[in-house]
């Protein structure tokens, strides 16, 4: 007597119709915003006005007047310079993000940390107090020294006779709410900060505001991913007298290649289509896609033919990104499902 089916996953085939069914037409809701894009950027601005219509060849003929219009000899500069700014940006941020957060979340798997939260509060006292110093006048370089000498002094003395400490879980949970806060919730004292450091219309804002932004994000993914890589491999390399850096960079970095490539995509897609802080810090002359996209549709209008080349110009390379990529992110993004 047979008390289980030979396949216990197999459906039947009114089932698996009905599976598919719903697959395919999520799919179409999915994918059919791209495609619209997609012929939009090959249509006259009659063929728009005219109202929708979707098959090339049959519905309208295909024109490339929105690419010469974008990318032709006169206007070819137009789109590049915000272009190369957020290629520039994008990248050196998103890799700036994961080299901090992937060295942050390793300390978090394999260190302690007992911090004391009178001497973080102390600290942040110290920091508010640069920043009032900086608005009254005071050159940033003298408030960062002053600063920083008050919090030694504070921490040497007073700070001896703080008591408590956080963990690991604390300093990770902190960690990861700074990434819930709104960006538009902090860009006031962001753009006063960099204005007053005279940063701001530079590439160097942007990719600081973004390396920070993401830190958080690569700490929650790396940390789980680094608490998947058995620590006896460490520990072998430590008795055969290996360093912690040698660890690092000779077996835990290479075990984590996945969850490191699919952290640096998502990050980079996060820093790539961001808005509002690149709206607030950057100028004409460091302007990213974003920005560039709508103040194109404010000053010209509502042209869907440009819009859409815009677009589609920025979505290509994270495209190729991903599809060139695929293996490495399967495999990042399931690390830990089945831990247990």
Sequence with gaps: M??????????????????????????????????????????????VNAGPTYIPFVDYQPSMRAFDELLGTNSGVFVTRPYGNTVVVGITSAVLALVLGAMAAYGLIRFDYKPKPGLIVTFAVCVGLMIVGTNLGIPWQVAVAVGLAIFLLLAQTIGRRFKGSMSNNDIFFWLVSQRMLPPVAVIIPIYIIFQRLGLLNTHLALIITYTAMNIPIVIWFLRDYFSGIPVELEESAFIDGASRYQVLWSIVLPLAVPGLIATFLIVLVFTWNEYTLGLFLSGADTQTMPPFVSAQNATRGPQWWNISVLVLLMVAPLFVLSVVLERFIARGLLIGAVKG
């Design 2 to 47: 047979k008390l289980f089916k030979s396949n216990p996953f197999q459906v039947s085939p009114g089932w698996a119709f009905v599976s598919y069914l719903i697959l395919g037409i999520w799919t179409f809701i999915v994918l059919f915003p791209f495609y619209w894009l997609a012929v939009t950027a090959f249509k006259q601005p009659n063929d």
